[in-house]
């Protein structure tokens, strides 16, 4: 899994607009980070007092929000998205949540990234990037990451999969709807479809600073309602309202229709794994 489907590195602009009419959504029906995850990432941090997190590619904010919720002591948050719509959202979703946490919000692309000024005492323990790091310039995130983070600090790239890539006779005919609707290449936004990925998540790390990787699988059982498939379709890059036009009405009652097929006892079953890679600073670094 740890091979993206494909990624662009370099899209940003075409980014913002990708990700941002999705947020609301995104926020109501993506799935969270899975306990065992937030255990270990809670694991690498736990020996740190006011420990901080960069989290890049934030979305809604569903890695600090686990985190905070794992009662670490967070000091601080650096949430970064090409975003606006997403920072919004994920300000609404972690304010109430934050306790004596600090928040900063930063409208970037994860490799131009830079800390405020003579705030290098907060520089960052943990570096995350959950779902994200395909629609990045990986290596460029990876040496920015070594630039600020301390000295002693973890980056975890994470993530599970979307209901395009799982294999299920209903995320297999769903699929095959969609391609109907926009073409057999899978969508990335209105004017792009994903590129061919140059290598995966492992030989990028092996090829910069954060060499010393471990990797870690956790299995996820989740029941989807029909109704929650189609919002959760709206958040995302392949399957989002624009990319149909005038047909999206039609799409959707197309989709709605094929998945109460599929669904037993109201639900659709994906089993997925979520996979993180926990990387430290190796010794031979290049
Ligand atoms: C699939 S969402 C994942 C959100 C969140 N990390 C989660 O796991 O729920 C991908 C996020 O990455 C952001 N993103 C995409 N390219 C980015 C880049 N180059 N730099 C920073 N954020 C980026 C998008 O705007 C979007 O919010």
Not at 219 to 227: F, I, L, N, Q, T
Not at 249 to 269: C, I, V
Request: proline fraction near 6%.
């Amino acid at each position: 899994m740890t091979r993206p489907d494909r990624s662009c590195p370099g899209h940003v602009p075409e980014q913002e607009a990708l990700f941002g009419s999705g947020a609301a959504d995104y926020d109501r029906y993506r799935p969270g980070v899975p306990t065992a995850a937030v255990q270990l990432l809670a694991d690498a941090l736990r020996s740190r007092p006011n420990p901080v997190l960069l989290d890049l590619g934030t979305g809604t904010g569903q890695v600090p929000d686990a985190l905070l919720a794992a009662e670490l002591g967070l000091a601080h948050i650096e949430a970064v998205d090409v975003s606006r719509l997403m920072l919004d959202q994920a300000r609404d979703a972690l304010t109430p949540v934050l306790g004596h946490c600090t928040l900063r919000l930063v409208h970037a692309a994860a490799d131009a990234y830079t800390p405020l000024a003579g705030d290098e005492a907060r520089a960052p323990d943990l570096v995350t990037c959950c779902r994200s790091f395909h629609w990045m310039d990986r290596p460029a995130v990876l040496a920015m990451a070594d630039r600020v983070a301390a000295p002693d600090a973890a980056v975890a790239i994470m993530g599970d999969g979307s209901l395009w890539t799982h294999d299920a006779d209903w995320t297999r005919a769903l699929r095959e709807l969609i391609q109907r609707y926009l073409g057999s290449e899978r969508r990335a936004g209105t004017g792009a479809t994903y590129c061919e990925p140059r290598r995966s998540y492992e030989e990028d790390l092996a090829a910069s600073a954060w060499s010393d990787v471990t990797e870690h699988h956790f299995p996820v059982e989740r029941a989807w309602a029909p109704k929650d498939v189609i919002g959760y379709l709206r958040s995302t890059s392949f399957a989002s309202p624009e990319l149909f036009g005038e047909r999206h009405t039609a799409f959707e009652a197309e989709a709605r229709t094929l998945l109460d097929a599929h669904a037993s006892g109201g639900h659709l079953t994906e089993h997925a794994v979520f996979t993180v890679l926990l990387a430290r600073r190796g010794g031979g670094a290049q």
